[in-house]
């Protein structure tokens, strides 16, 4: 059951390319602006200097470490960690230590929350209508579940605040600190420190997996309450606590091998010209692969949820057509009938 979840969310993402081009563009056009402000703060420094046809050819440290130097705000997250494998590799890293973003990117997260607060609502009725819908029943999915979203990001907000404010604070200063107090062999605490990651992944994943279910049951089921829709997720993934969190690890992989795909084909820093092209080109085909398994994720859990509770007909019901719709049978009734 698992695996067929899973097959079938691959295959209504697969089957939903304007979907995937839609989430791409709207984290495309979330970026832009930043980037534009971040290229003209690069371009006001270089000027016309030396350093300017150098920096076109290939990385210039010198001129970086510079640029580093004098940079507040925005400006600070152009680091060395920004190249090629370098930036998975530094959010992985933030994550897992619980360090927020960057003062400067505060207002981008919360825009982009916001903004996927509003898409989700379409997205997972798309994902669990398996059919195409028009842009109207796309938009109008979203303002349906817009506010309701906005309620439940709100208490996913308090909660992933109680794991990376105070558990993620108790077991890496406080509990990390005293297991470590007396150690004087580096690879013991490094062990100790692994241990502890564990373990908070174990209490992070499936309360993500939670908040996943919670968002698909608002979809499927039309509900209101996010209180209600909450408890009814946690009923639903502790019946099913193999098969959930399965699907969820299973579906994991798929983020792994695209995190290991693009450390093999990840261009490094040297090189200009078309190089940077590559770069970049690179790069965009990373955050589309990383966007299409969040939206198998989705997908998968759906799939997997509508199976469970027989929904797939409550939800994915075939567009009524002429002359089976309902607009056709009130004209057929209405129309006057020949006298026999």
């Known amino acids: 059951m698992v695996w067929q979840a899973l097959r079938d969310g691959i295959g209504r993402v697969a089957?939903?390319?304007?979907l995937l081009a839609g989430v791409y563009l709207a984290t495309l056009l979330l970026a832009a602006p930043l980037a534009l402000a971040l290229h003209g703060a690069i371009e006001s420094h270089l000027g016309a200097s030396a350093a300017a046809d150098q920096v076109a050819e290939g990385v210039h440290?010198?001129?970086w470490e510079e640029f580093q130097a004098?940079?507040?705000?925005?400006?600070?997250?152009?680091?060395?960690?920004?190249?090629?494998f370098a930036a998975p590799l530094a959010n992985l890293s933030a994550l897992a230590d619980g360090n927020g973003p960057p003062a400067a990117l505060l207002a981008l997260v919360a825009l982009y929350i916001a903004v996927w607060?509003?898409?989700?609502?379409?997205i997972?009725?798309?994902?669990?209508r398996c059919r195409r819908v028009t842009a109207a029943e796309f938009f109008s999915a979203c303002g349906v579940h817009f506010f309701r979203f906005s309620r439940l990001a709100v208490v996913a907000g308090i909660a992933y605040w109680a794991l990376f404010g105070l558990l993620h604070g108790w077991l890496f200063d406080d509990l990390y600190g005293a297991a470590t107090r007396d150690v004087t062999v580096e690879r013991t605490a490094?062990?100790?420190?692994?241990?502890?990651?564990?373990?908070?992944?174990a209490v992070l994943l499936p309360v993500n997996m939670l908040f996943d279910y919670v968002k698909i049951r608002i979809v499927v089921e039309d509900r209101r309450?996010?209180?209600?829709?909450?408890?009814?997720?946690g009923r639903f993934v502790r019946r099913r606590p193999g098969a959930t969190l399965g699907l969820y690890l299973l579906t994991s992989l798929l983020f792994v091998l695209v995190l290991a795909v693009y450390a093999a084909v990840a261009p490094g820093a040297s090189g200009g010209g078309g190089w940077v092209w590559l770069t970049l080109i690179v790069g965009q085909a990373y955050i589309a692969a990383r966007l299409a398994v969040k939206l198998v994720f989705y997908a998968?859990?759906?799939a997997y949820f509508q199976s469970q509770l027989a929904h797939a007909g409550y939800v994915a019901a075939a567009r009524p057509v002429w002359p089976d719709s309902p607009a056709a049978e009130a004209i057929t009734a209405s129309a006057p009938r020949e006298a026999s």
């Open 15 to 18: 089957g939903a390319p304007a």
């Open 61 to 63: 440290w010198s001129w």
């Open 70 to 84: 004098q940079a507040e705000g925005l400006e600070r997250t152009f680091a060395p960690s920004i190249i090629g």
């Open 117 to 122: 607060a509003f898409l989700i609502g379409g």
């Open 124 to 128: 997972l009725d798309r994902l669990a």
């Open 190 to 201: 490094f062990l100790i420190r692994i241990a502890l990651y564990l373990l908070f992944a």
């Open 225 to 233: 309450s996010v209180i209600g829709a909450l408890l009814a997720a």
């Open 300 to 302: 998968a859990q759906t």
